[in-house]
């Protein structure tokens, strides 16, 4: 079964689906007031994630330290990109990737 990748105005859906009409009923379920910008066929079954175009890159669990600096920040989103920084290094942008990202996934 071919994976699509479905862009609407206020998501990105990567879902398997028989063919691109079955892709769109996938999308106007899920999200029926979002409109469909774009519908892609992606060449092979698998999604892959660059970690460096995230800007997470090195041998350090970014996650753990995103959860830690949230964690010492009581949720304060501000504060633990601040902190991030700090601990890692980071610029501005990959800090702010990083810990909305593990915000996300309910630090």
């Avoid at 902190?83 to 702010?96: F, P």
């Amino acid at each position: 079964m071919p994976l699509f990748e479905v862009e609407t105005d206020s998501h990105i859906i990567i879902t398997w689906a028989d063919n691109e009409d079955a892709a769109r009923d996938v999308v106007q379920d899920a999200y029926p007031h979002d409109e469909m910008i774009r519908l892609t066929r992606r060449p092979r079954d698998t999604w892959v994630i660059s970690k460096g175009v995230l800007g997470i890159a090195g041998s350090s669990d970014p996650c753990s330290t995103a959860r830690d600096c949230l964690s010492k920040a009581a949720g304060d989103k501000v504060h633990a990109i601040r902190l991030y920084m700090q601990e890692t290094g980071s610029d501005l942008e990959s800090a702010r990737k990083v810990v909305e990202s593990n915000m996300v996934m309910g630090w």
